[in-house]
Structures are given as C-alpha cells and as structure tokens.
C-alpha cells in the first residue's frame, strides 16, 4: 500500500508561487489614491461560485478601498488554489477583479498498475491534493510522480518508470493518467558478510530475514532488497554477536551494488568483531527505593558467562517493569559496562534513578471508531485516581489486546502540565474489521466435499457482543448453528453464550448415504472469571435426539433405537475450565493450553457423563525448532443402568488424533462395517516444527515431523497398553490464504488386522 503523500510541503510551495505572484501583481493595485467603492465586479469565472470570491475579499460595497487592501485581496484569493491568475483593476469607484481558474481534474486513471492495489492509491494521491473535482496543481502532479517511483524503489522495482499524461477537456477539466511500466523485480543474487572470524558466514546469514535467491523465494519474497528489512538484519546481526560476548562489534560499512539492467544486487556487509568478554561482576547504583535485594533477584547476567546483551536488555525491562509496580512510571535504569580489555573482562553497572512517584490522573481512548469506550474500559484493572501499577497497565493493555476487535494496542503515558505527580494513560487503538461472511467450500480425503457458510460479527455495534450463523455440510457431519455472546452479561465480567442448533451425522463408513441421526437442540452457558487468567464455564442444554430407520443404518444404532427409542431427549449439564498461555493461536512456539470440560446428563430418557481433558505444551529450542506435545483423553459413562449413548461416542484416528490410519476408523467397528467410535478415547501427539529452507524466520509455512499414539474403547473394554495404535511420519503446515493447512505422511507402527491404513492426509482447518 501506497503511504499518504505528505500534503504539507507541497502546500507549503503552492503558498511561495502564491506570494511570488501576489508580490508580482501588486503594483497594479498599489499608488491608489484611497476610495469608497460603490461596486464590486468579477470577471472570468466558469465554476467557481461567486461568493466564494466576494468571501475571500476583505473589503466590501462602501468600504474604503486602498493598496493594503488590495493586496490582502490579491494573496487571499491565491491561497483558495483555484486561480492561476488574479488581478485587480480599478475603474472609477469600481474594483473589478479578474481570475484565471485553475483547471479541475475530471478523472486520476491508472494504467499498467500491478504492484500496488487502487484504491489505497487513489485516496492517497486526493488527500495529496490529486483527485476527482480537485484544482490542477503541476506541481503536486510532479510532486506525486517521484513519490509513485520511490514507491517503487521499496518493491525493488528498480526499472519501474511512470509517466504523467495531462489531457484538456471541456469546461475547463483536465484528465490525469499515470502510466506505469514496472518491469521485473531487482533480486539480491550475493549477500557477503566480511571481517567474521568467530562465526562462519553461513551461520550470520541464516539470521537474516533477506536471502539471495532460492526455490522458495517465489513465495517468501525474501529476496526482494529493502533497505528496512536490510537495517532490521543488522540489528538481528548486532544482538547476535552481543549475545556471545563481543560487546565492541560494529558494522562497518554496507554497500548495495545494483546490476546495469536493475534486475539484480548484490550485499556486501563488513563488520569489527572486537572480542568477547566474560562477565567478571554486576553491581547496582543509584536509587533502589531500599529494596536492593528484590531488585537483584531480578538479575539476567551471570557472572562468569559472556556477556549477553539480551540478558541486559531483559534486567533493565524487568528493574524498569519493577519500579512501575511502585508507582514510578518515568523511572530510569542505565547500564554501564566497565572494560577490561587485556583481560577480557566486564563488570556491568545498572544505575537507576526512580525520578518521582505518580498516580494515574485520567484514562482516555483514542483511535476507536467504532467500538464504544465502555468496551475497552473494562478491560482495564489500573483505575483513575490510583497509584501508577505498571503490571496492572501491562495487564490491561493485554486484556484488551485479546478482545480481537483492534490490528494494534498501545498505551502511552502523559504527563499532566504543572502536575509532576500526575499521569494521564491514553490507550491508542486500531480499530479492524470484525465480521465475517463466508461461503466456500474445502476438501479433505475423510469429508471428500465440504460446504461451509457463516456469518459472524463478534463486535456487534460495537458493543462487544458476538452474533452469528454458521452452516457446514460434510460427508458424515452437518450442522446449522446460531449463536450470540455477551462477554460481560453481568458488570463483574460473567459472560453468556446462547447457541441454537440443528446437527445431522452418520458413523463413519456408513452403507447408506442418507444422514441417520438429527439433534435439534439449545443451551446457554456462563463463564465465570476466577482469575485473570482462569474462566470457569456453568452451562445447560436441552437435546433431543431422533435415529431414522432409512436403509443401511448401522446394527448397534438399530439396536440402540429398539432398546430405548427412536426419539430420546436429554438435558446435559455442562461445567468448563480453561486457559489458554500459547504466543500464537495458529502458530505457537511457546506456552501452555489446558482444557477440561465435563458433560452431565442427569434428566431426561438419556442419562450419562461426557469428560474431556486436553494438555498442549510448546517449547521453542534452538536452530528454530518448536516441539509441540498434546495430549487428550475423553471418558464417557452411562447412567441409571443405561449404557452410554452411542451418538456420544468418541472417534480416533487420522488428522487431530492417531495419523496414518483411516479417519474416524479406530475404536469399535459395527457388524456392517461402520466405524462407530467408542466411549473411551485417549490421544498423545509429539511434533517438531522447523523452517522450510530459504523461507527465512517465516513461521506460516513449516515442516513437521510427529509420532502419534492412542485408541477408541467401549465402555466394557478392558484399556491395555498393547492395544494403542502409533504412527510416525512428516508433514506440511501453511497458514494458508483460506485458512489452515496441515498434509501429513504417516507410517503406522502398531497394526491389526482390522485396521483401516490412510498413509497421506490433509485437511483444512485443523489445529494440532
């Protein structure tokens, strides 16, 4: 996108030519002997309104006329940028004024336009003065040319060329097209890093995020020069060095060599290693408020050990995160490094100094168009009119951050003019779009075709509220759901979710294509905060569920349906807890997820407890590894001397589960051949993500490689460790432009005779 064209200093030299010419043309009106006008004439308008004219003049009919007036007359007119010419001429007692208009753009058209989307640049070239309706400037026209190709510059469009056509039309209108010729995009063909000894150049490259090319490029682009991405590298390269102890590395110099056609450059980087240095002590000065011990413990650098700027960088954020907690927003920690460079040595000197104690005047928020002050308020736990708590600002800042409705959140302190102890928090906020509307369709090879639909709107009005309606339609599943949320039902954070529901399945394998089994039902559930991070969720539905008797339904349904009836009602009881401390929903590299939910069905024909728990772990490990473990186990029991229901089984195997076998195949398999699941489930997954190569630090698409393990049970069967099904194998992960992608390959390590083997799966949309 295009950023908004600086107005400003064009205005600023449209106001010298509008001096220039004032200053020109008042002689004309100047040695006039002062007068009372009896009339006041304008020639030469086409469009222009008279009275925006007579508005810009500051004399009228029965003023007295004289040249300081005129000239007044002649620099206010210019400044309305619609006249290329004015002049002033006096006959009698008359002041007739004569403007030349400037022409008007009828049309800004665009040919050749490829890199860059329209629209944004269309609205950025209007608030630059350029667009439909708006005076012809040559100036801002130039103006706006060098600033397309610099534009280009950034997309390393070297060769990229843009011309200007300006054609008169009638009345006094001109069109305006830019015609562009991008050609090829410059790519970086050598980055060379000189002057490293300690580290190999393959090993100082692989921190950047640019890369010469390679067969990957085509999707990452990293091989497209920028001159931001390229500064961003060498700030990766510094902390790469000062995280080993060469506290004195510099770069040098960088040199950008660009080919004679434009279509290729090359890097050259020479950088001064220094050498490392070993923390001999750390010591602390300045004003600690007499709690020196609990700063120390904050501490990141280690005697003994190289220097780590990070290490630094990390004690200063937590000594400065400290002081905040006591109510210093504007506290200072500096540190100091004392070397020793015979020896190698350095002793790292935090000072601080706390500057003044402050409580938070008022909290204001900026930036939200949309979504009511009230929405992001609530989220906030520093009070007006309480002590600074930088934890509690840090807090809120994420509480609202996790709302979803904003692209970004910030809270920047001010402080209050003549108030040295107070502070003003402004919470700036980017507001972004917050419905969905969704028709497509996906494919796997367990659902083969898949219809989905949904409207969503999680900010409705702007009020925090989420409503929607979904429709999805698979082989084995569908379902048509309606749904609202209000997050904070009550004024202590109790939210309420309602959700109305129409849901048809069939076992897997089924003879039959017809869908045999129809829930129609509603619920309404309530989630309690317990904690800033823990919510408990209190819920009660009403099911009632019907198994049709069409041709094909599977011996234990028909069974089931006999015994108990074709229709049965029930009215599950729900309670929840959860907490999800992962960095990334979609791609996470570290944190925690934890989930437990518990299903209770104590009224009505069906009687039964549904339990699952899952355990997701992530951890990031060096060369850019992330291993991921999962663990889930499910548990279903029958009530009032009735079994488990068997439309409540649980189902194993393929992606989510135990990959390489057939989807939905584990478990118990029914005497005509459909897999019907089982009351007991448990699941264990382990993969280890590292990056495609020449994909740079791009965490969208990964490789994996996974061993999975677990098994379906009835709820009569004995749970043996020789009966869980395993796998190895690899896989691909994109996050792609219709959501997310995971293709595995899987090789079972564990098989019997029954069971069904799908090496290759993939699918849309699923998680772990």
């Given at each position: 996108m295009i950023p908004m064209f600086p107005s400003s200093p064009l205005r600023g030299a449209a106001m010298v030519v509008v001096v220039a010419c004032a200053a020109t043309h008042a002689p004309q009106a100047r040695a006039v002997t002062p007068f009372v006008l009896k009339d006041i004439r304008i020639e030469g308008l086409q469009r222009t309104d008279p009275g925006t004219v007579f508005g810009a003049l500051p004399f009228r009919i029965g003023d007295t006329y004289n040249d300081d007036k005129g000239a007044a007359a002649l620099r206010a007119l210019f400044a309305t940028g619609l006249f290329k010419d004015v002049r002033i001429e006096i006959e009698g007692d008359v002041a007739v004024v004569i403007v030349d208009e400037r022409?008007?753009?009828?049309?800004?058209?665009?040919?050749?336009?490829?890199?860059?989307?329209?629209?944004?640049?269309?609205?950025?070239?209007?608030?630059?003065?350029?667009?439909?309706?708006?005076?012809?400037?040559?100036?801002?026209?130039?103006?706006?040319?060098q600033e397309i190709k610099r534009q280009y510059l950034t997309r390393s469009l070297y060769g990229a060329e843009v011309v200007t056509t300006v054609t008169p039309i009638e009345r006094n209108r001109v069109n305006v097209t830019f015609t562009m010729s991008e050609g090829e995009a410059a790519k970086i063909t050598a980055i060379r890093i000189v002057g490293s000894k300690a580290f190999s150049e393959s090993t100082l490259l692989d921190q950047f995020d640019l890369t010469a090319g390679g067969w990957l490029t085509w999707y990452t682009k990293t091989d497209r020069y920028s001159r931001s991405k390229l500064n961003a590298d060498l700030e990766t390269l510094r902390a790469y060095y000062l995280n080993r102890g060469y506290l004195e590395f510099a770069v040098e110099s960088t040199q950008v060599t660009i080919s004679p056609d434009k279509q290729s450059i090359a890097i050259t980087i020479s950088i001064r290693e220094g050498q490392p240095y070993t923390?001999?002590?750390?010591?602390?000065?300045?004003?600690?408020?007499?709690?020196?011990?609990?700063?120390?413990?904050?501490?990141?650098?280690?005697?003994?050990?190289?220097?780590?700027?990070?290490?630094?960088?990390?004690?200063?954020?937590?000594f400065t995160d400290l002081f905040g907690l006591f109510g210093y927003a504007f506290a200072r920690v500096d540190q100091r490094p004392d070397i020793d460079?015979?020896?190698?040595?350095?002793?790292?000197?935090?000072?601080?100094?706390?500057?003044?104690?402050?409580?938070?005047?008022?909290?204001?928020?900026?930036?939200?168009?949309?979504?009511?002050?009230?929405?992001?308020?609530?989220?906030?736990?520093?009070?007006?009119?309480?002590?600074?708590?930088?934890?509690?600002?840090?807090?809120?800042?994420?509480?609202?951050?996790?709302?979803?409705?904003?692209?970004?959140?910030?809270?920047?302190?001010?402080?209050?003019?003549?108030?040295?102890?107070?502070?003003?928090?402004?919470?700036?906020?980017?507001?972004?779009?917050?419905?969905?509307?969704?028709?497509?369709?996906?494919?796997?090879?367990?659902?083969?075709?898949?219809?989905?639909?949904?409207?969503?709107?999680?900010?409705?009005?702007?009020?925090?509220?989420?409503?929607?309606?979904?429709?999805?339609?698979?082989?084995?599943?569908?379902?048509l759901v309606l749904s609202s949320a209000d997050p904070y039902f009550t004024v202590d954070g109790i939210s309420r979710y309602i959700d109305l529901f129409y849901r048809t399945s069939r076992p897997y394998n089924s003879q039959g294509d017809q869908y045999q089994v129809a829930t129609p039902g509603a619920s309404?559930?309530?989630?309690?905060?317990?904690?800033?991070?823990?919510?408990?969720?209190?819920?009660?539905?009403?099911?009632?569920?019907?198994?049709?008797?069409?041709?094909?339904?599977?011996?234990?349904?028909?069974?089931?349906?006999?015994?108990y009836g074709a229709n049965t009602t029930?009215?599950?009881?729900?309670?929840?807890?959860?907490?999800?401390?992962?960095?990334?929903?979609?791609?996470?590299?570290?944190?925690?997820?934890?989930?437990?939910?518990?299903?209770?069905?104590?009224?009505?024909?069906?009687?039964?407890?549904?339990?699952?728990?899952?355990?997701?772990?992530?951890?990031?490990?060096?060369?850019?590894?992330?291993?991921?473990?999962?663990?889930e186990i499910g548990i279903g029991k029958g009530l009032g001397g009735k079994p488990f229901p068997i439309f409540k089984n649980f189902y194993g195997g393929g992606l989510g589960t135990v990959r390489a076998y057939e989807q939905g195949s584990l478990g118990v398999i029914d005497p005509t051949g459909a897999f019907i699941g089982g009351s007991r489930r448990f699941n264990a997954n382990a993969e280890l993500y590292f990056p495609v190569p020449g994909s740079g630090n791009d965490k969208s698409l990964r490789i994996f490689s996974f061993f999975d393990t677990g098994n379906v049970w009835r709820e009569d069967e004995k749970i043996q460790a020789s009966s869980l099904r395993a796998s190895v194998g690899l896989g691909l992960s994109w996050i792609s432009p219709v959501g997310p992608l995971k293709l595995s390959?899987?090789?079972?390590?564990?098989?019997?005779?029954?069971?069904?083997?799908?090496?290759?799966q993939f699918q849309i949309g699923t998680a772990f």
């Amino acid at each position: 996108m295009i950023p908004m064209f600086p107005s400003s200093p064009l205005r600023g030299a449209a106001m010298v030519v509008v001096v220039a010419c004032a200053a020109t043309h008042a002689p004309q009106a100047r040695a006039v002997t002062p007068f009372v006008l009896k009339d006041i004439r304008i020639e030469g308008l086409q469009r222009t309104d008279p009275g925006t004219v007579f508005g810009a003049l500051p004399f009228r009919i029965g003023d007295t006329y004289n040249d300081d007036k005129g000239a007044a007359a002649l620099r206010a007119l210019f400044a309305t940028g619609l006249f290329k010419d004015v002049r002033i001429e006096i006959e009698g007692d008359v002041a007739v004024v004569i403007v030349d208009e400037r022409s008007i753009i009828a049309t800004v058209t665009f040919v050749g336009l490829k890199e860059f989307d329209k629209d944004p640049l269309t609205k950025s070239l209007k608030e630059a003065g350029i667009g439909e309706g708006l005076p012809f400037d040559r100036a801002l026209i130039d103006r706006a040319e060098q600033e397309i190709k610099r534009q280009y510059l950034t997309r390393s469009l070297y060769g990229a060329e843009v011309v200007t056509t300006v054609t008169p039309i009638e009345r006094n209108r001109v069109n305006v097209t830019f015609t562009m010729s991008e050609g090829e995009a410059a790519k970086i063909t050598a980055i060379r890093i000189v002057g490293s000894k300690a580290f190999s150049e393959s090993t100082l490259l692989d921190q950047f995020d640019l890369t010469a090319g390679g067969w990957l490029t085509w999707y990452t682009k990293t091989d497209r020069y920028s001159r931001s991405k390229l500064n961003a590298d060498l700030e990766t390269l510094r902390a790469y060095y000062l995280n080993r102890g060469y506290l004195e590395f510099a770069v040098e110099s960088t040199q950008v060599t660009i080919s004679p056609d434009k279509q290729s450059i090359a890097i050259t980087i020479s950088i001064r290693e220094g050498q490392p240095y070993t923390v001999t002590g750390v010591k602390l000065e300045g004003n600690y408020l007499g709690k020196e011990e609990e700063f120390k413990a904050l501490v990141q650098v280690r005697p003994g050990q190289p220097y780590r700027g990070d290490a630094v960088t990390e004690t200063v954020k937590r000594f400065t995160d400290l002081f905040g907690l006591f109510g210093y927003a504007f506290a200072r920690v500096d540190q100091r490094p004392d070397i020793d460079r015979t020896n190698g040595q350095v002793v790292v000197t935090l000072v601080a100094e706390p500057q003044r104690r402050v409580y938070v005047r008022r909290i204001e928020v900026a930036g939200n168009t949309r979504t009511r002050d009230e929405v992001v308020r609530r989220e906030f736990r520093q009070l007006e009119s309480s002590w600074y708590d930088g934890a509690r600002i840090k807090l809120s800042r994420d509480r609202v951050d996790r709302l979803g409705y904003f692209k970004d959140v910030s809270v920047d302190n001010n402080e209050v003019p003549g108030s040295p102890d107070q502070v003003d928090l402004i919470v700036n906020v980017t507001e972004k779009p917050t419905g969905n509307l969704l028709i497509g369709a996906g494919y796997s090879n367990a659902e083969k075709l898949t219809l989905t639909a949904s409207v969503k709107q999680e900010n409705v009005f702007g009020s925090g509220n989420y409503l929607g309606i979904e429709v999805n339609t698979s082989r084995s599943a569908r379902t048509l759901v309606l749904s609202s949320a209000d997050p904070y039902f009550t004024v202590d954070g109790i939210s309420r979710y309602i959700d109305l529901f129409y849901r048809t399945s069939r076992p897997y394998n089924s003879q039959g294509d017809q869908y045999q089994v129809a829930t129609p039902g509603a619920s309404i559930r309530f989630g309690v905060p317990f904690s800033e991070f823990d919510t408990v969720f209190f819920g009660v539905g009403l099911e009632q569920t019907r198994i049709g008797s069409s041709t094909g339904i599977p011996n234990s349904y028909f069974l089931y349906r006999e015994l108990y009836g074709a229709n049965t009602t029930s009215v599950p009881l729900t309670i929840g807890w959860a907490r999800d401390g992962r960095d990334s929903l979609l791609t996470p590299t570290m944190g925690r997820y934890q989930r437990v939910n518990l299903e209770w069905a104590a009224f009505g024909d069906v009687r039964y407890t549904r339990t699952n728990l899952q355990y997701q772990e992530y951890y990031s490990l060096p060369f850019k590894l992330t291993l991921g473990l999962n663990a889930e186990i499910g548990i279903g029991k029958g009530l009032g001397g009735k079994p488990f229901p068997i439309f409540k089984n649980f189902y194993g195997g393929g992606l989510g589960t135990v990959r390489a076998y057939e989807q939905g195949s584990l478990g118990v398999i029914d005497p005509t051949g459909a897999f019907i699941g089982g009351s007991r489930r448990f699941n264990a997954n382990a993969e280890l993500y590292f990056p495609v190569p020449g994909s740079g630090n791009d965490k969208s698409l990964r490789i994996f490689s996974f061993f999975d393990t677990g098994n379906v049970w009835r709820e009569d069967e004995k749970i043996q460790a020789s009966s869980l099904r395993a796998s190895v194998g690899l896989g691909l992960s994109w996050i792609s432009p219709v959501g997310p992608l995971k293709l595995s390959w899987g090789k079972p390590l564990r098989v019997q005779p029954n069971d069904r083997i799908q090496r290759f799966q993939f699918q849309i949309g699923t998680a772990f």
